[in-house]
């Protein structure tokens, strides 16, 4: 079964900038539709950008125009750029197909704070 690796989380300071990574077992882009996910504390996980195997995206209004996911070449890893980054996406992120049928991965943790 395909598993997913996130990396790329830490702590940045508001307006700062971060590189998500989701590693897959194999080439996960030809396959499925992929989304980058993400739950903070007493809220529920909720999708906020996702990207079809044939390169189209999609976004939540709260990161739209700030966030870009893309994968690459080999379509084995899915990347979310995120940019001028608000203490509202203080959260732990997660990569999975869209919709969901993979198990979760460990997740990363990216907190926004001065």
């Known amino acids: 079964q395909l598993q997913l690796v996130e990396s790329g989380g830490g702590l940045v300071q508001p307006g700062g900038s971060l590189r998500l990574s989701c590693a897959a077992s194999?080439?996960?882009?030809?396959?499925?539709?992929m989304g980058w996910y993400r739950q903070a504390p007493g809220k529920q996980r909720e999708l906020v950008a996702s990207i079809t195997s044939g390169g189209s995206t999609n976004y939540a209004d709260s990161v739209k125009g700030r966030f870009t996911i893309s994968g690459n070449n080999a379509k084995t890893t899915v990347y979310l750029q995120m940019n001028s980054l608000l203490p509202e996406d203080t959260a732990t992120y997660y990569c999975?197909?869209?919709?969901?049928?993979?198990?979760w991965g460990q997740g990363t943790q990216v907190t926004v704070s001065s």
């Open positions: 194999g080439s996960i882009l030809v396959v499925f539709d």
């Open positions: 999975n197909t869209n919709p969901i049928q993979l198990p």
